[in-house]
Nanobody, 119 residues
Framework: QVQLVESGGGLVQPGGSLILSCAAS????????VSWYRRAPGKERELVAA????????NYADSVKGRFTISRDNAKNTVYLRMNSLKPEDTAVYYC????????????WGQGTQVTVSS
């Protein structure tokens, strides 16, 4: 059974930090690039960060560059998103998405985790 399970969301004050995790099971994780997306109320879904299947390359949305870091541990089938200097505008539901390195139609989504940045 294929699963992507996000965790680590919560309520944090502006300027604070959180680490999100995306745990995968049921497929060969190291063959999949993984991205974090977010959707804020009333807004379009936004790509936040992405990492290639072996972790050799990453990219970030301009809005999070220098504040967020994506990483992965293929031995643990897990991708992380470290979020520092959080702002109220980072408030959203965060989702992870895994896409096969060769077959883009092989892709999976997690259920999402809520991040709320508020004082």
């Amino acid at each position: 059974q294929v699963q992507l399970v996000e965790s680590g969301g919560g309520l944090v004050q502006p300027g604070g930090s959180l680490i999100l995790s995306c745990a995968a099971s049921g497929f060969t994780f190291s063959n999949y690039a993984v991205s974090w997306y977010r959707r804020a109320p009333g807004k379009e879904r936004e790509l936040v960060a992405a990492v290639t299947n072996l972790g050799g390359s990453t990219n970030y949305a301009d809005s999070v560059k220098g504040r967020f870091t994506i990483s992965r541990d293929n031995a643990k089938n897990t991708v992380y998103l470290r979020m520092n200097s959080l702002k109220p505008e980072d408030t959203a539901v965060y989702y992870c998405n895994a896409v096969h390195k060769w077959v883009a139609t092989n892709n999976y989504w997690g259920q999402g985790t809520q991040v709320t940045v508020s004082s």
